[in-house]
Structure formats: C-alpha cells, structure tokens
C-alpha cells in the first residue's frame, strides 16, 4: 500500500492540467485498490510509477513556488514507498537518488533513470551531471531533454535496449537437467571465456533475471551494453556478473552499477535456479570491506554461510577468468 498523504498535499489528486500527473495519480490507485494482482503485474505497475515521476521531474525543474517544491518532494516519498514494494515483490529497480536534487556525477548518486527517459537512451552516468547542471542552471520552462538536446550530439554514448525482442532472445540463457548453462536460441553451451565486462575483465559475463525468471547474460560494453540492455531498464530479480565454463557456472558476482542488488535479491536468484552447482562461488555483497565469498549451496539456505578463504575462492576461478579486474575483486578476500 501507497501512503498517499504527500501526494495530496502536493495537489497531484487533484491537477487538472497535467497529463503526466494525472497518470500518475491513477496508477498509484490501481495500486493501492488491486491487491489480488499477480506479482508480476503488480512490478510493472510499480515501474510505471517510478517511469511518471521521471516523466515529470524531467519536465519541470525546481522553483521556490510552494506547488512545485511540494511537488519534488512528493516524488522523492514515492519513490522511496515504491521501492519499498518492489522489494516485497524480491523486484529491483534501476538504481538512483530517490531525491533527484541529489542527483550528480558522483557514482552513489549517479541515477540510471534518466538513461532508461533518455529518447536514444544516453548513458546514465553522462546524464547525471547535466541533470545537475539543467537543475541549477537551466531555463524556468525549459525541460532536462531540451536543455541535453534530445537529437545528441556526436560521440554521445547510446545504451542500447533489447527488451521483449528478437536482440534480447538472442542473449536468453537456460539452465537444462544436466545442470549446465545454455544459450536459449542455439541450444549452444554458454561459455564465457571469449566474453568480458568492465568491471571484471576478460572471462566474465553479464546477467540479469527478469521478474518472470527469464535469465540474459552477454557481454559487457561501457556506453553500448550494460544490465539495463536485456530488459529495457525494467525490474530484475536480480543481477550481476558470472563466469560459465561450457555451461558450469563457476563464479557469481552481485557486481551491477544499474540495479545494485540486494544479498536476498541474490538469494532469490540461487533458490530460483537450483541446477547452479552448489560448489560454485558467490560474492553476493560489495558492501563491507572485505566482501565476502561463499558457496551456494550454503548460501542458498543458510542465513550466515561460512566466508570462503581467498584461495578456496580463487580455485573456482578458470585461469582464463583471472583478469586483472577479476583478480583486484578476489585479492580483497581475507586469507
């Protein structure tokens, strides 16, 4: 249930001028008056929301008009009441400020919404600074997509996005009963070693799991192909980065600039996908210092799973996976 109190006082249940507020009122009543949806419809419902409180902050900077302040800070409390929601419904949204005057260049507040609005889609992380400076500097009536220049300019980097067609299919992953890995659309084994991402290096892959449990996994590529590619920006179950080796997966990481997830959103993961082996690796958390390592088997059911020593981490890793990227991760765990 939505909390609706902010939204009143900021006069959103009752404008009669603003389209894209008007929506937004409506779904969150949808919301709140449907709660024998399914799940899944109920996470798109969700995202819908978070997608019109975009839609308008992106449309009207801040003023020192009463209606207009009240007005951002109704959206900051929804935002965070909706990814509250998500959360009980083991659904993660794209990653950001729930107060877009926080938004900046700094990465815990980088917002990946504003690639998700974005017309071509511009990388969140370009965004994020001009946010702020539009949110400063720019025009009373000037919208964030007129000030960035919607057509944009050569050298802008453009994510793109797959989701719900023949792209996205292409990068589907399903685990068969021998237990390894597949490739959805050649029934090919998913083999990583020829893949890499930024953070981790050669050797290592991309995924997301959809709300209806759709695994994707590709290649990582900064500007081009990110977690946001396989589903359009939309919620995931979970996400992070993995190695597969001919379809065993060794390695899995909760490492995801986009949806930052949570350790039960990783904990769903492994309980929704049981033929991961059990011996594999997880680094479910990059929160404490050191991150820990376990093995899924016991972290799948076991609320504190015995941390892995580096060198019981490191021996699940191919030699080919051991990327300087990968191994700057690995190092951090105690010996």
């Known amino acids: 249930m939505i909390n609706t109190a902010k939204l009143k006082s900021a006069k959103i249940d009752t404008t009669q001028h603003n389209d894209t507020l008007k929506t937004l009122w409506g779904m969150v009543n ?6 024998n949806l399914p799940k899944i419809e109920k996470v798109c419902i969700l995202e819908r929301i978070l997608v019109g409180a975009g839609e308008w902050l992106t449309s009207h900077p801040p003023t020192t008009t009463a209606t207009n302040q009240a007005r951002w800070a109704a959206m900051d409390d929804l935002a965070k009441q909706v990814i509250d929601e998500g959360a009980k419904l083991d659904a993660r949204f794209l990653t950001g400020p729930t107060n877009w005057k926080a938004i900046n260049n700094n990465h815990a507040n980088r917002s990946y919404w504003l690639e998700y609005l974005s017309p071509q889609h511009r990388v969140g992380f370009e965004l994020s600074p001009l946010f702020e400076r539009w949110r400063t500097h720019g025009a009373a009536n000037q919208t964030f997509w007129e000030y960035v220049n919607i057509a944009a300019p050569y050298g802008a980097s453009l994510v793109k996005y797959y989701g719900a067609t023949a792209k996205a299919e292409k990068r589907r992953v ?10 959805a659309t050649d029934d090919t084994l998913f083999h990583t070693q020829l893949l890499e991402t930024a953070a981790s290096g050669h050797g290592w892959a991309i995924f997301v799991v959809s709300p209806e449990g759709k695994m994707y996994a590709h290649k990582h590529v900064v500007g081009k192909y990110h977690h946001s590619t396989f589903l359009s920006g939309s919620a995931v179950i979970a996400a992070g980065e993995l190695v597969a080796d001919h379809g065993v997966v060794k390695f899995v990481t909760a490492k995801s600039g ?5 350790v039960e959103n990783m904990r769903t993961f492994v309980r929704q996908f049981p033929k991961i082996p059990h011996h594999t690796v997880i680094m479910p958390n990059f929160t404490p210092n050191p991150p820990p390592a376990h093995r899924v088997g016991e972290f799948k059911f076991t609320a504190s799973p015995k941390a892995l020593k580096r060198a019981e981490a490191l021996a699940a890793l191919p030699v080919w996976a051991r990327d300087p990227g990968a191994m700057g991760m690995i190092n951090k765990i105690p010996v």
């Open 30 to 35: 949808v919301y709140n008056t449907t709660a």
């Open 174 to 183: 399903i685990f068969k009963e021998d237990g390894r890995l597949y490739r």
């Open 258 to 262: 986009h949806y930052v997830p949570t």
